[in-house]
């Protein structure tokens, strides 16, 4: 199962650009750690390897110099993930010896919607997923002999970072496949076809009725004022199926509302999925989160806004 396909080439793009790589002592870390340095980048190795490991191979200083070798500059730290101070300190000699930090790899993916929202213009903020098992030296341990036979190299996700490390900053907020170094953006679809007004509103002008209808009636009579400083969003629904059409929670003008239809000011978030789903996730059956990694709700807008929308649910769900 090891990748046949050809290496992206170094293109020099990411020269004088510092990479703050958590876990680049080995494996995928490294691996995008070497490809930068190819361009001459200069890498901070954040690892908690020190000392050689009786099983695992390499440690920040061994990565270190093969980073060097390879074109770019190295400063090795120790860095536990899970130890602030060690995170903090660690920035802090990042800057003393490079200035700063430009690009970071951390194990962070559930926070890129909202992190690419928050310092848009600023920063770019995505996640990278292999569409396969990556051959490391964990999974030699877990696996056991002969499990990189079924495993793809470290530096297919290598090439695919390398891709998005070389993008502008505007390209944020996604998550991405490794598979062939195509990239999939997942928050990037196009909103669903909006129907017509005869689906929305029916031949006889009657009024919106079923489960849809039903959920957003208990949405309209729990909304507050609480609710609405807190979030500060109007969130519009573009739903598919029976019952759909599009609908929308209002929670930034006075007092909250739900309803049928346009929201009375500009939406801030629009959310496309189908009737099925909507009821499912405003009732506690899908997970907002797994919803939109599956590819059953599609967002346009302020992801930031999003999030709290979940969090809204949680408080909503019983009494739906």
Not at 265 to 294: C, I, R, Y
Not at 298 to 312: F, P
Request: net charge positive; proline share 4%.
């Amino acid at each position: 199962m090891q990748s046949t396909e050809t290496h992206i080439p170094s293109s020099g793009r990411l020269a004088g650009c510092t990479l703050f790589i958590t876990g680049a002592s080995r494996g995928i870390g490294k691996a995008i750690a070497l490809k930068a340095a190819k361009d001459g980048a200069n890498i901070v190795i954040a690892a908690k390897t020190a000392e050689p490991h009786p099983t695992l191979p390499g440690t920040i200083y061994t990565a270190a110099e093969e980073i060097e070798a390879a074109g770019g500059k190295a400063l090795p730290c120790i860095v536990n993930v899970r130890e602030e101070q060690q995170i903090i300190s660690a920035v802090e000699k990042a800057v003393k010896t490079f200035g700063a930090y430009t690009i970071s790899k951390y194990g962070m993916s559930m926070c890129v919607l909202g992190m690419a929202e928050e310092f848009r213009g600023e920063v770019a903020v995505n996640a990278l997923w292999p569409k396969t098992a990556i051959h490391t030296a964990a999974m030699d341990m877990l696996g056991g002999a002969g499990i990189e036979k079924q495993c793809r190299k470290t530096d297919i996700l290598a090439d695919a970072a390398y891709c998005i490390l070389t993008k502008p900053k505007t390209f944020t907020g996604n998550f991405i496949i490794d598979e062939r170094n195509i990239i999939f953006l997942v928050g990037a679809a196009q909103e669903g076809k909006k129907l017509s007004g005869s689906q929305q509103e029916g031949a006889d002008g009657a009024k919106p009725s079923g489960p849809v209808a039903e959920t957003f009636r208990v949405i309209q009579g729990a909304v507050n004022e609480e609710h609405v400083r807190s979030t500060q969003g109007v969130f519009q629904f573009e739903l598919s199926g029976d019952g759909g059409g599009t609908w929308y929670i209002d929670l930034k003008s006075k007092g909250g509302s739900a309803g049928f239809g346009k929201p009375p000011v500009a939406a801030d978030v629009v959310m496309s999925m189908s009737s099925t789903d909507f009821v499912k996730m405003f009732t506690g059956k899908l997970k907002p989160t797994l919803a939109f990694m599956s590819g059953k709700l599609r967002i346009k807008g302020n992801m930031a806004l999003a999030m709290k929308l979940e969090k809204m649910l949680s408080q909503l769900n019983a009494k739906l």
